[in-house]
T-cell receptor, first 113, second 109 residues
Framework: SAVISQKPSRDICQRGTSLTIQCQVDSQVTMMFWYRQQPGQSLTLIATANQGSEATYESGFVIDKFPISRPNLTFSTLTVSNMSPEDSSIYLC??????????FGPGTRLTVL | GENVEQHPSTLSVQEGDSAVIKCTYSDSASNYFPWYKQELGKGPQLIIDIRSNVGEKKDQRIAVTLNKTAKHFSLHITETQPEDSAVYFCAARGKNFVFGPGTRLSVLP
């Protein structure tokens, strides 16, 4: 399995501001993803972070709200832009190590006031 | 697209008893079914998985069974311990991973 770290681990932000979340993996991985987990809910895929090209967003998520960078095979960032209280969630980075298994980072707990 | 249902949403068992969580999926093309455990304040951790060419897999106290015909799979935890208390998510992978809504398991000492 991979060792995945995320920064920050938690933050409290004011509405209208933006937060950038970092994800670092200890090995090179082709597939990296960003998920959102709203309070008490399941995991929803935001986008696939593609190295060297634009991220692929799922229905209901747009680049202007959740811009993603993937400068290399071990690092990615997710920005939550122009935040509102509805953006309060856990944001999780994940990587697919093989054709099947997927590992998750520890998550970033975001509260928007 | 794929839809994954999971039951029950909450489950309480006495320490030492068994716990069973069931999931159903809709896409017959799904070929990989992992189970994740999420403890409070942590990210989901893969605990066991099964591929579509296998009917059952066991790892110590944890087992997963798959019925491809009926499109359902189950997690079985035997001899439960308080540290098994967590939220458990099933998932099905076709084009992407789709997660079930989760089951909050409480193991009472």
């Amino acid at each position: 399995s991979a060792v995945i770290s995320q920064k920050p681990s938690r933050d409290i932000c004011q509405r209208g501001t933006s937060l950038t979340i970092q994800c670092q993996v200890d090995s090179q991985v082709t597939m990296m993803f960003w998920y959102r987990q709203q309070p008490g809910q399941s995991l929803t895929l935001i986008a696939t972070a593609n190295q060297g090209s634009e991220a692929t967003y799922e229905s209901g998520f747009v680049i202007d709200k959740f811009p993603i960078s993937r400068p290399n095979l071990t690092f990615s960032t997710l920005t939550v832009s122009n935040m509102s209280p509805e953006d309060s969630s856990i944001y999780l980075c994940s990587v697919r190590l093989s054709s099947y298994a997927m590992d998750f980072g520890p998550g970033t707990r975001l509260t928007v006031l | 697209g794929e839809n994954v249902e999971q039951h029950p949403s909450t489950l309480s068992v006495q320490e030492g008893d068994s716990a069973v969580i069931k999931c159903t999926y809709s896409d017959s093309a799904s070929n990989y079914f992992p189970w994740y455990k999420q403890e409070l304040g942590k990210g989901p951790q893969l605990i066991i998985d099964i591929r579509s060419n296998v009917g059952e897999k066991k790892d110590q106290r944890i087992a997963v069974t798959l019925n491809k015909t009926a499109k359902h799979f189950s997690l079985h935890i035997t001899e439960t311990q308080p540290e098994d208390s967590a939220v458990y998510f099933c998932a099905a992978r076709g084009k992407n991973f789709v997660f079930g809504p989760g089951t909050r398991l409480s193991v009472l000492p």
